[in-house]
């Protein structure tokens, strides 16, 4: 048996097109499922489903999670192409850094519409095409995407980042108890330090010192984060809800 084995399996990943959203959308295809990505720039994710089609089926819906109805919008058209969907991945982010005595009100508002708004109303619209996937044996998955960021106190002044993770969190556990009795499973995945996008400007200035926080030596590779979204995914996480996973070679785990 291939508790990993996710063949026939229908996975939504937003902002799927790039980053560590791009790696989980590899992973599951890798695994066998359909995935459809979702994320603000068309030439993005054409790029995206150009550079992973030969892995398996992909397409692509350009959706901006940040404008009104959005979601609403996203899973109706999710709906028009698939009849169930077992597997939904909130990966779409957005952070903002700026001291105490600079941090304008612009950044609450943008960081939880898209980090803890947008994935709830995901859910919440997408909700009827996790429930026809999911069954006892084997239930519907939701993962979102959190941070170690929200998990303790960071080094940087991303004050709405790290409270939108913070939330996100619970959120997934609260989701997860009540979603249980319907045959879906909700965790979280809790990044540490990934090249991506958002982690650019980061890792150019604190590389070094961010694989010296890490017991383990380095940053996240494409196949950790994979791994994590396929375990949850599949078979061998069945039993799993509620929970929030760091990956993040230990960094915030042994600080």
């Known amino acids: 048996m291939n508790l990993f084995d996710l ?3 229908t996975a939504l990943v937003t902002g799927g097109n790039r980053g560590i959203g791009l790696m989980i959308s590899r992973g599951l ?11 603000r720039n068309e030439a993005v994710c054409d790029a995206a489903v150009a550079e992973l089609s030969s892995f398996g089926t992909i397409e692509a819906i350009p959706a901006d999670l940040a404008a009104a109805d959005a979601t609403s919008r996203l899973a109706q058209m999710v709906a028009e192409r698939v009849d169930h969907l077992d597997i939904l991945v909130n990966n779409a982010g957005a952070t903002w850094g700026a001291p105490i005595e600079e941090f304008p ?4 508002d943008k960081v939880l519409g898209v980090n803890v708004k947008a994935p709830f109303m995901l859910i919440q619209a997408c909700l009827p095409l996790l ?12 993962i979102n995407i959190g941070s170690i960021d929200g998990l303790r106190v960071p080094n940087f002044d ?36 990934f090249p991506s996008k958002m982690m650019g400007a980061i890792l150019e200035a604190f590389e ?17 984060m ?11 996480g069945s039993w799993v809800t509620g929970i929030i996973l760091p990956v993040d070679g230990g960094i915030y785990t042994t600080s």
């Not at 009100?105 to 609450?108: D, I, L, T, V």
């Not at 429930?131 to 939701?142: F, H, N, V």
């Not at 791994?227 to 949850?232: D, E, H, N, Q, T």
Request: hydrophobic share 40%; aromatic share 6%.
């Open 208 to 224: 070094e010192q961010l694989i010296e926080s890490s017991p383990l030596g380095r940053i996240g590779r494409a196949e950790d």
């Open 29 to 39: 295809l890798d695994a066998g499922a359909r995935v459809i990505i979702s994320g």
């Open 226 to 236: 994979a791994g994590a979204a396929v375990y949850l995914s599949s078979k061998a």
């Open 131 to 142: 429930e026809r996937a999911g069954s006892a044996e084997d239930p519907a998955r939701i």
């Open 158 to 193: 991303s004050f709405s980042y790290a409270a939108s993770k913070a939330a996100i969190h619970q959120i997934t556990k609260m989701l997860a108890k009540q979603f249980g009795p319907r045959h879906i499973t909700v965790n979280a995945i809790a990044p540490g330090p």
């Open 105 to 108: 009100e612009s950044a609450w």
């Open 7 to 9: 063949s026939g399996k």
